[in-house]
Structure formats: structure tokens, C-alpha cells
């Protein structure tokens, strides 16, 4: 059966890819990472919008649990008098996690990795243009 | 097309392109591609529907090679993709009929399954209708049995590889070639038993 259906087959002449699909692959790739880099551009830039227009416009809120939270004044106390650390080392930890203002930390982190993405995908970008692919982009 | 050839193996290429090479992506598409393009030219049996599922497939290897194992051979994953890519294109241009083969499943006749042994004519072989007639139908046979077919036929993968990339035991890939194969030789046979023994420049070729 093997040597019988060999036999079959190796009549069928091999087919030739068109001379132009490589480049149309290549443009097809370009393409799809021009839209990723595109939305995720577009959403980084959205959501840090999003998080500086909360900041902005509840900034009074923001600086009053700042304010409001024994936080700071806790880390200056590590600073200042390190013997209280080393002293009551479970209470000062438990009581620093306690004052944590939660909602201004996790809104300036998201700010900051929001920010840090916007780069990155800016540095995509510019690899991508200069890249083996970038050169088929315009093939389509 | 640039034809370079790369010494590393398929693995090395995918961690070079792992690491920020995209060379090592073009160097991959230009060693399948071919395999590629002719595997959904015989499973589609159209040139343009061929094209647009080669594209989409090496789009969707570049879009999921960050997450390819690489432990697992390359070859099997990127004709995973085909096989999905040129479903999706059959479905787009028409229902798929799964098929004329999983139709005969039903009165299945295990006796019709038994492998004939004698060879097929080679005469036969030679003509080129004969062989554009086998090209069509196996455009007929299901496309599960058409991509086991063409996969052991043409790109010499095995049944173990040929039952990853169709997501299926290997026993049935197995019963599922025999099938079809024995379909394939008797309808060819059939039809054209009486050009066997003839030579290719025999009067009745030209009638």
C-alpha cells in the first residue's frame, strides 16, 4: 500500500509559490504589528489619561487621605529614630501597612506603569520601523 | 523572493527571533513556505484561497511565537496553523462537507477497505489527465482525510506527527489514510482501467 500510494503521489508535481506571496507574508506581518502596536498605544494612552483626569479631578479626595494617613509620618519615623524598627519590628510593620493610603498608591503606580508602557511602546515602534520586516510594509 | 539559506535549526531560529532577530522570522518563511503553500494548494484546490491561507497562517506564527514551545517540533505546530487557517478559508467560501468520505463512513464496508495489492499501472501514472484527475479528487475527499493524505504524501510527516497536528489518535489517523488511500486507487483505477497497459503516445490517449 505504502509503495502503491508513493506511486500515487509522486506524480503530482510539487506547486510554486507566486513569485510575490514572500513579500505579501512579510507586508501582512508589518501590518499586524503596525494595528498591535496601534491599540496598545492607544490604550496605554487612555487609561493614563483616565488615571491623570482622576487625579486631577479628585485630587482634593487624593491629598485628604494623604493627609488623613499616618503614613508618611511613619516612614519618617524609620528614618529618623531606626531603633523603633529594630525595637517593635512586627507592631511598626503591621501599623505601616495599616496607614497605607491604598488609593492615591495604587493610582500613582498605575500612572507610572502606564507611563513606563507609552515608552516602551514608543521604542517598538522605532525598532519596527528600522527592522528586517518594515521594508515589505509597502508592498501591499 | 531572496533565497538564503540559514544553517541553524528551526528551534535556534525561534530563539533568535525570541530574542529581538526578526531575520530569523524571514529565514523561517522562507523554508516553509513552500511546503506550506503547496499543502493548502491541495487542500483547496484554488490558488487565491492557497495565498490568503499561507498569509493568515505565517501571520498568526508570527502573532504566537513568543509562545511556542520550542521543545516540540516546528514543522508539526506551523501545519497545525495551516490546518486551521484553511479550515477557515473553506468555511468562508462555502459549508465544508464532511464528506464524501464520512458519508461512505456510515455504510462503512470493511471488505472495500482491504488494501489491493497490486500495483497501479505505471502507464497510468504517466498521463497527465490521470494525475490532474487524482489532484481533483482529492478535492472530494473530507478535509481531515485530504490534510492526513497530503501530509504523509507529500511532506513526509509521520502518522505520530500527522495525529498532533489534526488533534486526533494516531490509530485513527491511521484507519483514516488506509480509507482514503483505498478510495483514491479504486476511483482512479475505475475510471481509467482501460488506458492501463497503454503507452502515453497510444492512439486511444488521443482520441
Redesign the interface.
Known sequence: MTQDSTLLFSHIAPVKPPDALYAQILSAVALARARRLRTRFFVALTGLVTTMGYAVFGGFAWRTEWQASSFMSMVRLSISDPDVLFGNGQEYVFAVLETIPMGAITLVCAALFLGASLLAIGDGWRRARHSAIARFQAVR | ?EQMTDPRTDAELVQSFRA?D??A??ML??RY??SV??FL??MTGE?GL??DA??ET??KV??KLNAFDARKPFKTWLFTIAKHAVIDQLRKKRPILFSVMDEQDRDFDFAATI???R??P?TL??REE??RY??ELLCTVSVQARAV?LMH??EDMTFEEIAVVVGEPMNTVKSRY?RT?AF??KT?VDRYTHLAGKGPNSDEMHQ
Open positions: 523572493m529581538g526578526e531575520v522570522f524571514t518563511v522562507q513556505l513552500s503553500y503547496t494548494y491541495r490558488s492557497a495565498e499561507t498569509q505565517f501571520v508570527w502573532q488494501p489491493d495489492e500495483p497501479l505505471s501514472l504517466d490521470v494525475v487524482l489532484a493524505i504524501e507529500t488506509r488511500m483514491l486507487r482512479v
